[in-house]
């Protein structure tokens, strides 16, 4: 007969000392924005001695951040905050004692959500015709969680998620297609787009609002201030096209030089920089809906003009009285010349009124001139003398003007000697000679002893003559 020996094996656990370190991991839940700060802090209590921090994933990566310390805490910072910061992270502390230790995690999630909306196609649309609005949310993260909402006024259209495959990881633009077909009563109306992107803390929400355009039939316009431009200006055309719900294309005739520059792309600016001689005429705008292929033409008829500088009057520096004289004014660099008209005013008074006497020579800017014949007056000394040039253009008649003083020499007149103390004179005597004379300039005095041509002269009309003698006799 078998004999079996039973052997009981007793295990004994030995109760063991438990951990008193306490470890708190904040915050609980981090949240944060892609480009933000976000400092998780490790804290440790009822720990004898130096405690140790040690930060890891739980995704076998680095962490992409930079740890800061003390006797009882330690942080793990990111700065910014990107993708790759998304996931679990553990703290793990450990006390003097390797057996007293503590580890907390928790789950860091990021999000992007940084630009409004932008909504496209509201600027072009036609009544009855089935158009598409677009809202286009740029740079979102996670995109599976934002929710886009369209609104006419206050009346909600449409209320769905993003049509965009969601790429996991990745910041991503998501894109909203609304259908639909406006009616004239929609003209002027505002469209929402309204997105929310719902996160742990509270949803975020951002809109963008656009008023909607509803057109009619194609027409094409020119907008321009006026249509008369100084020579060297800069010129903007802008050809106006609504009731396409497509783009236009747009062509200028007839062919503008290589001073113009063509800005259409799809809004038909015409920048002429600086306005030359070249551009006067029509200028013609083609307007073409890709859409629809139809064809319409704008034009206007430009005009030119040159008038830069002031008059130059010449000829009033030296003039004699009484002697005929011309005093001309030029008037430089005018276009067109036989718009000018030139004014001569002494004073208030008006001496001439006449268009420039220059041949014009067409398409060209040339310089003006006019000459005033005139004999002058001695109470004219001192006087302005105006040259006035009005150039005559369609817009405001532009007026130009130059003032200068006549000035106008008078012959010497009323001469007059007087001797002093008389005309007999004893030998040794000093005789004084006072001579009047009326002009102007101021005439100055030069006296000549006959018998020997001797001149003496004196400025200002006052001879003396010292120790006369015979040889002064005469």
């Excluded at 310390?69 to 006390?95: R, W, Y």
């Excluded at 907390?104 to 409004?116: G, I």
């Excluded at 057109?215 to 907008?223: D, E, G, H």
Aim: net charge negative; hydrophobic share 35%; with cysteine.
């Amino acid at each position: 007969m078998f004999q079996f020996a039973i052997v009981l094996i007793c295990i004994i656990l030995l109760p063991t000392s438990e951990s008193k370190l306490v470890l708190v991991l904040t915050p609980k839940n981090p949240m944060a924005r892609v480009g933000e700060r976000l400092v998780l802090t490790c804290s440790a209590s009822e720990c004898a001695g130096d405690v140790t921090f040690r930060w890891q994933s739980l995704k076998d990566r680095p962490l992409y951040g930079r740890m800061e310390k003390n006797n009882t805490a330690s942080q793990q910072i990111f700065d910014p905050v990107g993708m790759q910061h998304e996931g679990k992270v553990s703290c793990l502390a450990t006390c003097a004692d390797p057996k007293d230790q503590a580890q907390r995690s928790a789950s860091v999630e990021v999000y992007a959500f940084p630009k409004d909306p932008i909504i496209s196609g509201s600027e072009l649309l036609t009544e009855g015709q089935d158009s598409d609005l677009t809202c286009t949310v740029p740079d979102v993260y996670p995109a599976d969680r934002l929710k886009v909402q369209w609104l006419l006024g206050d009346k909600v259209l449409k209320d769905n998620k993003a049509v965009n495959p969601v790429v996991k990881g990745e910041a991503q633009t998501v894109t909203s297609v609304l259908k639909y077909k406006p009616t004239a009563q929609d003209h002027g109306q505002n469209v929402t787009c309204r997105a929310t992107l719902d996160i742990k803390t509270e949803p975020e929400t951002r809109e963008t609002v656009a008023s909607i355009t509803v057109q009619s039939p194609f027409i094409v316009s020119l907008t321009l201030e006026n249509t008369v431009h100084h020579i060297g200006d800069t010129l903007k055309l802008i050809c106006v096209t609504i009731g396409c719900p497509d783009t236009v294309s747009f062509t200028w005739s007839p062919s503008i030089g290589g001073s113009a520059e063509d800005q259409s792309h799809g809004t038909g600016l015409l920048t002429l920089k600086p306005v030359t001689m070249e551009h006067k005429g029509p200028v013609v705008c083609n307007a073409t809906c890709r859409a629809s292929g139809e064809y319409r033409q704008a034009s206007i008829d430009l005009e030119v003009y040159s008038f830069p500088k002031d008059p130059i009057i010449s000829g009033s520096e030296l003039l004699t009285e009484g002697q005929d004289s011309d005093l001309t004014c030029t008037v430089p660099d005018v276009y067109p010349a036989d718009h000018l008209k030139v004014q001569w005013l002494l004073g208030d008074k008006v001496l001439n009124d006449d268009k420039a006497v220059n041949p014009v020579v067409k398409g060209e800017a040339q310089t003006v001139t006019s000459v005033l014949k005139y004999k002058p007056t001695a109470q004219d000394h001192g006087q302005n003398v105006t040259c006035r040039a009005t150039l005559d253009i369609k817009t405001e008649p532009e007026t130009r003007e130059t003032v200068a003083s006549m000035n106008i020499r008078t012959p010497p007149r009323y001469l007059s000697v007087e001797v002093f103390p008389s005309t007999k004179v004893e030998e040794g005597q000093n005789v004084s000679l006072r001579i009047w004379a009326v002009g102007v300039p101021l005439p100055s005095v030069t006296l000549i002893r006959l018998q020997d041509s001797v001149e003496p002269h004196s400025p200002n009309g006052t001879l003396n003559l010292i120790d006369m003698g015979p040889v002064e006799t005469g």
